[in-house]
C-alpha cells in the first residue's frame, strides 16, 4: 500500500495556546522533596559546579524554588559553595562528600537526569484542558486536508461525520485500495498546539513522556500570539504540534504498557501516552505477532470510557486520559474479527475499494505530476485497457504511483528520459504484480 502522499499535506493551523504557569514553591509542583531533591544531585553530580541559575535551567524550575532547595541542602550539608560563605549573584554550588554519596544513591534508584516531571495530577488536568474531544471539524478543513486525495463526494461526507463524532474509524479494503494513505491525511484535520511534559512523576518512580520522534516542538510565536511576554512558561512542559503516532506490524501488546528500561530504570511512555491530545492509527492491522482479537480486547476501555490503566513494577495501578482520535487500518472485514463488543465500539466502518476509470485516470494523472514523469493520456488508456482488463487486476489507487516510480527509477538508471511506453508499462507491470501473476519463488 502507498503510503507516500502525492501532493503537500495541509498546514495545520495554529491556535491561541496559553502558557503553563511556572510554580512558585515545591510544593505547587506537586512532587514529592525527595524526586526533587535527588534531580538536584544527579545534575550536581554530572555537570560539576553550578549556578542557581544554571541549575534552573537543567532542571526547568524557577530560580527562587531553587534558591530555597539549595538553601535546604547546603544546611544539610549535601551540597556547598567552595571558598564563599555567602550568596551573591555568580555564586556556584558543589557537591559534597555526603552530596556525592546521596547523588550515587539516587543514580542507582533511576538514572533519569532532564527537566523536572510533572505531577500524574497536573498531567491529567492539561490534557482535560487541550482535549480533541468537541472541536467540530468544518468541510472546507476536511476538503482542505482531502484535497490531494481522489474520493467520492459520498465518501467524503461520511469521512466528516466520522472526524466529527470523535469515535473510533475502521478503514478497510484490499491492499493497495489507500487505507493507509487515506488516514494519513485525515489526522491533519487536528489543529493548534499542545504542551507536552517531559516526564511525570506517580509513586515516585519517572515517565518520560516527550518523544523527540512523535513531538514535533514549535515556537511561541507560531502558537497564535497568545503569549503574555511578561510571564515565561513552565520549562517543564514542550509546546508542540498535536501529535500523531502510529503503529504497524511491529505493534505488540507489550507496548501498550508502561516499559522500564533496565539500565536507566525509569519509564517510557506507551504508544498512547505519547499520542493524547492527537491521534493514533493502528496500520495493518491483522499483520501483528500478537492476534487481531487480543489487540482489539486491549482497547475496548480506552475507546468506551476514554481512559487507560497503566501499573508500575511496584504493583501501583494508576488512570490516565486517553484523548486522541483512533484509526484502524486493515485488510479485514469487520465481521471477520468476531468481536461483536468490539466491533460495536467501531464508530465507523469504512470500506475503501477500487476506483472508477475517472478517478483511476485522475490518480495516474497525479501520480506523473509526484514522480515529475511527462503524463500521456495514451499511457493511460494501455494501462486502463490493456494491462488491467487483460489481467482482471481492480483499479486501486496504489498501483499508479508505483508504476511510474519503476519507469522512472530505470530511466534514472540508463541516463534517458522517462516515458511511459506501452514497453516501459508492461515491463513495470510484470515486476511489480509477479505474485499474482503466478511467477515462482526462487
Not at 503537500?8 to 491556535?15: F, N, S, T
Not at 509513586?203 to 497564535?224: L, M, W, Y
Not at 472485514?333 to 467501531?346: C, E, W
Not at 506523473?368 to 482482471?392: K, M, N, P, Q, T
Request: aromatic content about 8%.
Amino acid at each position: 500500500m502507498v503510503s507516500e502522499v502525492l501532493l503537500a499535506r495541509a498546514e495545520p493551523v495554529r491556535i491561541p495556546v496559553e502558557p503553563i504557569r511556572p510554580p512558585q514553591s515545591l510544593e505547587a509542583t506537586g512532587l514529592s522533596d525527595a524526586v526533587v531533591f535527588d534531580l538536584v544531585l544527579k545534575h550536581l553530580r554530572r555537570h560539576g559546579d553550578c549556578s542557581t541559575a544554571e541549575l534552573a535551567m537543567l532542571i526547568a524550575l524557577p530560580v527562587p524554588v531553587l534558591d530555597r532547595l539549595l538553601g535546604f541542602l547546603r544546611t544539610e550539608r549535601l551540597v556547598e559553595i567552595p571558598g564563599r560563605g555567602n550568596f551573591d549573584a555568580d555564586v556556584r554550588f558543589s557537591l559534597t562528600d555526603l552530596g556525592r554519596a546521596r547523588a550515587e544513591d539516587a543514580f542507582q534508584r533511576n538514572r533519569y537526569i532532564g527537566a523536572a516531571p510533572v505531577s500524574l495530577a497536573d498531567y491529567v488536568a492539561q490534557v482535560g484542558r487541550q482535549r480533541i474531544s468537541g472541536a467540530r471539524i468544518a468541510p472546507d478543513r476536511l476538503a482542505q486536508v482531502l484535497q490531494p486525495l481522489v474520493l467520492p463526494p459520498e465518501l467524503i461526507a461520511t469521512l466528516g461525520a466520522a472526524v466529527n463524532s470523535q469515535r473510533p474509524m475502521f478503514l478497510y479494503g484490499p491492499s493497495g485500495a489507500g487505507k493507509t494513505w487515506l488516514a494519513e491525511h485525515l489526522v491533519d484535520v487536528i489543529e493548534g498546539a499542545i504542551w507536552v511534559p517531559h516526564a511525570i512523576e506517580v509513586d515516585g518512580e519517572i515517565i518520560q513522556v516527550f518523544d523527540p520522534i512523535v513531538h514535533r516542538p514549535i515556537g511561541a510565536s507560531h502558537a497564535g500570539g497568545s503569549f503574555d511576554r511578561s510571564r515565561q512558561p513552565d520549562g517543564r512542559w514542550v509546546l508542540c504540534e498535536r501529535p500523531v503516532v502510529k503503529l504497524g506490524g511491529e505493534m505488540t501488546l507489550s507496548m501498550m504498557d508502561l516499559e522500564l528500561d533496565p539500565v536507566t530504570r525509569f519509564y517510557k511512555a506507551p504508544a498512547q501516552l505519547k499520542a493524547n491530545n492527537g491521534a493514533l492509527v493502528f496500520d495493518d492491522l491483522g499483520r501483528q505477532r500478537s492476534s487481531a482479537s487480543q489487540i482489539l480486547n486491549r482497547w475496548i476501555v480506552p475507546l468506551d470510557r476514554r481512559v487507560d490503566y497503566l501499573s508500575l513494577h511496584t504493583g501501583t495501578s494508576f488512570e490516565v486520559p486517553f484523548d486522541a482520535l483512533v484509526f484502524f487500518s486493515s485488510n479485514l472485514s469487520p465481521a471477520s474479527l468476531d468481536d461483536p463488543a468490539f466491533v460495536r465500539r467501531l464508530g465507523y466502518k469504512i470500506r475503501l475499494d477500487a476506483l472508477d476509470e475517472a478517478a483511476y485516470r485522475c490518480v495516474f494523472r497525479q501520480a506523473c505530476e509526484r514522480a515529475d514523469v511527462e503524463h500521456d493520456e495514451s499511457a493511460a488508456d494501455f494501462l486502463i485497457d490493456e494491462l488491467h482488463r487483460r489481467s482482471g487486476m481492480p483499479l486501486l489507487a496504489a498501483y499508479p504511483l508505483d508504476l511510474v516510480l519503476k519507469i522512472r527509477d530505470r530511466a534514472v538508471y540508463e541516463g534517458s528520459v522517462a516515458r511511459l511506453t506501452p514497453e516501459a508499462l508492461s515491463w513495470a507491470w510484470a515486476l511489480y504484480f509477479a505474485a499474482e501473476s503466478g511467477a515462482d519463488d526462487d
